[in-house]
């Protein structure tokens, strides 16, 4: 083996220039290979981040529940009369028995308590319909980072104050500190003043969410205590679909993971790791043609040597080894001089850490480079492109070889 | 002298239907420890084929092929790898060295693809034979940038290197001129002397056969004289 080792080592110095060229050959293959993994990688993260970083991981909200009959339907007919605002009696109302328990489980980043509902904001003439989002002061930016989104005025909710997007400020011509109507869908009015404006680049947000204090969606929405819906951010945001049956399990609560909503989102982060892949995949496929075509010129052109090494003793096996090496060591310094370079190169660009909203440029992850892969795979194809022009190698007849 | 090998009824055939050739006709051939032999006949005689059944590089098509006792005509790959690596010397005309080693990396390198590895021992018995063969100066000399007299004398200390029973040479003196035939065909001789290593030599130099104490001439696939 050591002595295989050694010739197949002679033969890939004895001609250098061809050798470093079919090392270079490899190590763009390499160098592509990690690119794309660093890309892909950083890709995913840059959209999770702009997507999924603002929304909930796991969502408890409360089921829409039939008032209960205080007249059993065994007794004879009830006639049943259903108020519009009888959906905002689907609340979750033990809040303090189940949120320490969810507050306790590893990996619980944060909680957000929420009463929500739909409304209508008035000012003078103009109204527009909005979703309201009661949430706690102190707790805004827990799902969502509103804070970091406000443009004027604060992001904290305080009694009395109303927290509007961009664009709805523009649409119905108001500015920070005005007063507006906001009348909830049972029917309650509240004259709220603007304390804050935040914009998220998304449409929808800006234009239809209204943020209010707890307190103040209480009122609105007559719910002296309980909430409607309790929001969680984990630490590890793949690790909902894990611990949502366990809160289920935990509190009897319907505890969905966010992946349950964001399939579509899903489906795009796979079907651009498959591209990825399949870039990859030709990448590697590239390094094994060249090496093999290499390998299998440099059998023929060594034939007679392979044929002397033969009537000197030397088995089958022996020069099977002497090729497959050469393609592991090829494989292996490609794959060095490749990782070496890619890494080289994604330092060059802005860190994972800056991707943040109004980034622009590529979102390359340096830490998903998959260097280690890179090489194992790059030397593992390497070494089987080898195998079939070593086993041509090792099954030349050895008079032929010789060519006496 | 005892036997060293014996082939009965040798007969090669090339091809197959219209192009078959028949070389070897039912040749028989005897070969004594310690015998210094020329092999001569006309181009396309057959010699070379001889040469590489004793070899054990090819099989024969059918006859009896035995040396040291054993037989050879059924043996597997394997086992005759290592019978040639043990017992079997070989010089060829051209394409004799390994062009990117050493005289001496050339000359270990029967014992080394046995052992795994280049030992001291197997670079000191190189070096010895190096000397012998008259290229002191030329032990660590890529092959390369040798003259031809000094490749084949390197081939030479090559095929001694494990002490084998038999050196196979074919036309080794074909290339040179007559000054460097002459010295390693006296080298030959020396060692054949010395050792009892006995040499089977192929040749179209009538002068180089009367250097050898035997003289087997084949024609028509037979041996006739
Ligand atoms: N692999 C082969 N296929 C077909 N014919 C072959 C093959 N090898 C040898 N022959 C034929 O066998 C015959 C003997 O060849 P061989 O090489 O043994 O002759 P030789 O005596 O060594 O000749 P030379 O003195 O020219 O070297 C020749 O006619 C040659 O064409
Ligand atoms: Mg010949």
Redo the contacts between chains.
């Keep these: ?3 295989a080792l ?1 010739i197949a080592t ?2 890939l110095t ?1 001609s250098r220039a061809q050798t470093a060229l079919l090392v270079f050959g490899v190590a763009i293959g390499v160098f592509i290979f990690i690119f794309m993994s660093a890309l892909i990688g950083g890709l995913a993260e840059f959209i999770m981040m702009r997507t999924a970083g603002d929304m909930a991981h796991i969502t408890i909200q409360a089921e829409a529940v039939d008032p209960a009959l205080l007249n059993p339907a065994a007794l004879g007919t009830v006639l049943l009369v259903q108020e519009p605002s009888t959906k905002a009696t689907a609340i979750l109302k033990d809040t303090s028995a189940f949120i320490p328990l969810i507050e306790g489980l590893p990996g619980v980043k944060g909680i957000s308590q929420q009463i929500n509902g739909t409304g209508f904001l008035t000012r003078g003439g103009q109204v527009t319909q909005v979703s309201i989002n009661g949430l706690e002061p102190g707790h805004e930016s827990v799902i969502a980072n509103l804070a970091s989104y406000v443009t004027e005025g604060t992001a904290n909710l305080g009694a009395g104050g109303v927290l509007l997007g961009k664009t709805l400020v523009e649409d119905m011509d108001l500015t920070l500190g005005q007063t507006v109507r906001l009348q909830s869908s049972s029917g309650v009015v509240a004259v709220l003043t603007i304390t804050g404006i935040y914009e998220m680049g998304s449409g929808g947000p800006d234009r239809r969410q209204a943020y209010v204090s707890l307190a103040t969606a209480r009122t609105l929405f007559k719910l002296p205590q309980g909430v409607t819906r309790v929001e969680i951010k984990l630490d590890d945001l793949y690790a909902a679909d894990a611990l949502a049956p366990q809160i289920k399990a935990l509190t009897g609560l319907d505890a969905k993971s966010w992946t349950e909503q964001a399939a579509q989102l899903l489906d795009a982060l796979k079907a651009q790791a498959q591209t990825g892949y399949i870039l990859k995949a030709f990448a590697l496929l590239t390094i094994v043609i060249g090496v093999a075509s290499a390998l299998l010129l440099s059998t023929y052109r060594r034939r ?2 392979i ?10 096996w ?1 020069v099977m080894v002497v090729f497959v090496a050469q393609g592991a060591l090829i494989g292996l310094m490609g794959g060095l001089f490749g990782a070496a370079a890619g890494y080289g190169v994604l330092l060059a660009f802005p860190s994972r850490d800056s991707f943040g909203p109004g980034q622009s440029g590529l979102p390359i992850d340096i830490r998903q480079g998959a260097y280690g892969l890179a090489i194992w795979l790059t030397t593992l194809g390497a070494i089987l492109a080898s195998i079939l022009p070593a086993r041509a190698a090792a099954r030349l007849d ?2 032929t070889a ?3 | 002298m005892t036997a060293l090998l014996e082939v009965r009824d040798l007969v090669k055939t090339f091809g197959s239907g219209e192009a078959e050739t028949r070389v070897l006709r039912g040749l028989n051939l005897a070969m004594q420890t310690g015998e210094l032999a020329a092999l001569l006949g006309p181009s396309g005689s057959g010699k ?1 084929t001889i040469l ?1 059944i004793l ?1 054990t ?2 099989h024969p098509t059918s006859g009896s092929h035995t040396m040291l006792g054993l037989d050879l005509t059924t043996a597997s ?2 086992a005759l ?2 019978f ?3 017992h079997i010397g ?1 010089v ?10 050493t005289a001496l990396e050339n000359v270990c ?2 014992t ?7 030992t001291a021992a197997a670079r000191l018995r190189g070096e010895e034979l190096l000397v012998r063969m008259g290229l002191s100066e030329r032990i660590h000399f890529p092959t390369a940038n040798l003259s031809g007299g000094q490749k084949q004398r390197v081939a030479v200390a ?1 095929a001694l290197m ?1 002490r084998p029973e038999l050196v196979l040479a ?1 036309e080794p003196t074909g290339n040179l001129d007559r000054a460097s035939a002459l010295q390693v065909m006296d080298l030959i001789g020396e060692i054949n002397r010395e050792e009892g290593t006995t040499f089977l030599i192929s040749t179209h130099d009538e002068k180089i056969a009367a250097q050898c104490r035997r003289q087997i001439v084949v024609g028509d696939g037979l041996v006739t004289g």
């Design positions: 083996m050591l002595y050694k002679r033969y004895a007679p040597e044929g002397i090494m033969r009537a000197m003793g030397a088995g089958r022996f050895p008079v010789i060519g006496q | 070379s590489t070899g590089l090819m790959d394997r790898t290592e040639r690596n043990l070989f060829f005309q051209f394409h004799n060295l390994l062009p990117d080693f390198f029967p080394a693809v046995r052992e795994g590895r280049e090559r494990n074919d």
